[in-house]
């Protein structure tokens, strides 16, 4: 829970504006349970709609203490669920409507808890270059490296597919251990070649008539390429000498 300062002596403007706060008291509201975030990405996310800060007549943003709280969520859903900004808005959009909806997510782990498969739909299938860089906090020059050397890969329409955010969360997290992109490199040479022997055994069955059985070719492939993470995992435990959680 994020806790917006008091007013005194550290407020500031914000407790001349009844308690609205500047972007900078914001910033340093959010760094204690977000040290990466800078004023670039609460500018970003407010261009795209996360959040409508006051202006001043001088047109200086001021923040409330909800818009401080709703910045978290989508900070937080970021961080903890890889989700895309167009999701986060339109999920946050409708609670404050007062719909009852349920926060999608993309099928992956955060901390060791399990979170649901996404649902079908374009909203969670693609994200923009800008969403990718804001949900990776990278510049242009460092996702360009991203491409160069295959770790994330745009489609054909210019946009990526929402698995590229959970690759730029762990990309930049191994960064953090001095692990550069082009480390990263055999990594993705194995995830390809593991790729192309479960679309060896899938291959017959994409092909068939059957559109049953072309059905079964995408449950069959999500099996194989669970089954091959875990030996990934597991061989990796036994190189390493370690057990992962």
């Known amino acids: 829970m994020l806790h917006t300062p008091s007013g005194g002596a550290g407020s500031g403007t914000a407790a001349a504006d009844s308690g ?26 407010e261009s795209e709609g996360l959040i409508e800060p006051q202006r001043t007549p001088s047109g200086y943003r001021k923040f ?3 818009d401080v709280e709703r910045l978290g969520q989508v900070l937080r859903m970021q961080r903890d669920h890889y989700l895309p900004l167009k999701v986060i808005r339109e999920y946050l959009d409708a609670v404050e409507r007062g719909e009852d909806v349920r926060l999608p997510a993309l099928g992956r782990q955060r901390d060791g ?5 996404a649902t079908e739909g374009p909203t969670v299938a693609r994200i923009g270059r800008a969403e990718l860089l804001a949900a990776a906090d990278i ?7 991203w491409e160069s050397y295959g770790l994330v890969t745009p489609l054909s329409d ?36 593991e790729a192309g022997l479960v679309d060896q055994v899938v291959a017959p069955l ?33 190189a390493l ?3 992962l959680p």
């Not at 059985?213 to 990796?236: D, Q, S, V």
């Open 139 to 145: 510049d242009e020059a460092e996702l360009a490296e």
């Open 113 to 117: 808890e399990a979170l649901p498969e």
């Open 20 to 45: 609205l706060m500047s972007i900078g008291t914001v910033l340093n509201v959010l760094r204690d349970e977000f040290p990466e975030v800078t004023i670039s990405k609460i500018r970003f996310l």
């Open 158 to 193: 210019g946009v990526y597919d929402a698995e590229a955010v959970t690759v730029a969360a762990l990309v930049t997290e191994l960064g953090r251990f001095g692990i550069e992109p082009r480390h990263l490199r055999m990594v993705k040479a194995a995830a390809d070649r």
């Open 206 to 238: 994409r092909r068939h008539r059957n559109p049953q059985t072309r059905t079964h070719a995408e449950a069959r492939t999500k099996e194989l390429a669970g089954l091959t993470t875990k030996l990934h995992a597991a061989l990796l435990q036994t």
């Open 241 to 243: 000498g370690v057990r």
């Open 64 to 66: 409330s203490a909800s």
